[in-house]
């Protein structure tokens, strides 16, 4: 997958996962505000919707094509590995950041895989799939920056999204601001806090 890594000063990673119509650059200025001494992989969705990046297909906006967000799951993983390998770092290290479209995937690889990384700050992200059960996520902390008035994903959809995590006793931080989809300075503030807490 196309990407940016950038060695860092310790062994952690910032994983970078952009919106749709974003790319690995997108959400670089985020990784310095969090950890500047963490190495940085931010990947490209291999998706285009209409010349868009994205990590999956979807059907209609908030309606994702289950079959590829299967597949673009497993890709994604797939590319962790090769990229512990590669750069030698590890997904027992990382922290995956993602925005809208990249907090779904990072969100669907939560659903997917067992420890698939050491924590998550998902902002803006949605249920990426109903009715599976879910891996074991004992422990693994997760940031969920959630808007009040936010039209693509309903305030319940992101209770619903820690409830799920919850379930599969992830440690979630259910964070609400009074905003719509975008993503706020202060929601990046908040996420930063956060993660200087649980790392
Ligand atoms: C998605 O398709 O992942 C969500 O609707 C968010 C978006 O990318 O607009």
């Known amino acids: 997958m196309k990407h940016i ?21 997108d959400l670089l200025p985020l990784a310095n505000l969090l950890d500047n001494k963490a190495n940085i992989l931010s990947v490209r969705g291999n998706v285009l919707e209409n010349g868009m990046p994205r ?6 906006e908030g309606v994702f094509d289950e079959e590829d967000l299967i597949f673009r799951t497993k890709e994604l993983n797939d590319f962790i590995s090769y990229a512990e ?3 030698e770092i590890s997904r027992a290290d990382m922290t995956a950041v993602g925005y809208s479209n990249g907090a779904n995937i990072a969100g669907s690889l939560l659903f997917h895989f067992e420890q698939p990384f050491k924590a998550a ?24 920056g959630a808007g009040t008035n936010d039209p693509i994903c309903s ?16 440690n979630v931080t259910l964070h609400w601001a009074d905003h719509g989809h975008q993503l706020t ?13 649980i790392i």
């Open 155 to 170: 305030p319940s959809e992101s209770e619903e999204l820690a409830k799920l995590l919850q379930s599969a006793n992830a």
């Open 85 to 87: 390998k590669e750069y």
């Open 121 to 144: 700050i998902l902002h803006q992200p949605m249920v990426p799939k109903r009715g599976i059960r879910l891996p074991k996520l004992t422990g693994l902390p997760v940031f969920i």
């Open 5 to 25: 890594f950038q060695k860092g000063m310790s062994k952690r990673t910032l994983l970078l996962l952009h919106g749709t119509g974003g790319t690995e650059e």
């Open 55 to 60: 990590f999956f297909k979807r059907l209609a």
């Open 185 to 197: 300075h202060s929601e990046v503030e908040a996420a930063a806090q956060w993660y200087k807490k």
